[in-house]
Structure formats: structure tokens, C-alpha cells
């Protein structure tokens, strides 16, 4: 599942951004998307510290991130936590 995931993405993510993100980048989204969707089915939280949260919402990466984020919440039937939302965004910057 998580493999259709991460093709989807990608090539979401590279059409939007109209750029190309490094397989490392993907890779760490992809430990982290795991992690998280498993972290929100058992009611957990994230807890990021030093981020620049201003400068993160208004980038295109975020705008990308949330549509990614519906997608997620909608598959997997759970809710995000705008903090995972931004991290996902940090991959993607």
C-alpha cells in the first residue's frame, strides 16, 4: 500500500512543485507518513521544536503537503495534526 502511495505522491507532489525531489527526501516522507499514520491510529503525538512556522505556511510546499494530507486522512480514515503537516512539509522544502 504504501508503495502506490509514494508513486502517487511523487508524481503528485513533482506535477505541482514542477520540480524533482530527491529519493532521499521521499524516502524520509515515507518513514514518516508510516510512522505517523500509525502514530494518529493509536491517538499519539509529534512533538518538533525550531520550526519556523510563519515561512513554513506560506510556501507552495505547504499547499502541496495539505492536499497530500486530505488524501491521507481520508484513506486511512484519521486526523493530522497540523505539526505532522508541517513536518511533512519540511520534506518537501
Same mark, same amino acid.
Given at each position: 500500500m504504501l508503495i502506490i502511495i509514494k508513486i502517487r505522491l &511523487? @508524481? /503528485?507532489?513533482? @506535477? #505541482?512543485? #514542477? %520540480? *524533482?525531489?530527491? +529519493? &532521499?527526501? /521521499?524516502? +524520509?516522507? !515515507?518513514?514518516?507518513?508510516?510512522? !505517523?499514520? *500509525? %502514530? !494518529?491510529?493509536? &491517538? +499519539?503525538? $509529534? /512533538? $518538533?521544536? #525550531? $520550526? @519556523?512556522?510563519?515561512? $513554513?505556511?506560506?510556501?507552495?510546499?505547504? *499547499?502541496?503537503s495539505r492536499k497530500v494530507v486530505e488524501r491521507i486522512e481520508k484513506k486511512f480514515i484519521i486526523t493530522v495534526s497540523e505539526k505532522d503537516m508541517e513536518y511533512i512539509v519540511l520534506h518537501l522544502i
Open positions: &511523487k @508524481n /503528485y507532489t513533482e @506535477n #505541482n512543485l #514542477n %520540480r *524533482k525531489v530527491s +529519493g &532521499k527526501a /521521499y524516502t +524520509g516522507l !515515507m518513514i514518516h507518513i508510516s510512522i !505517523m499514520i *500509525k %502514530r !494518529m491510529q493509536l &491517538k +499519539g503525538e $509529534i /512533538y $518538533i521544536f #525550531n $520550526i @519556523n512556522y510563519e515561512y $513554513i505556511q506560506n510556501t507552495e510546499e505547504y *499547499k502541496i
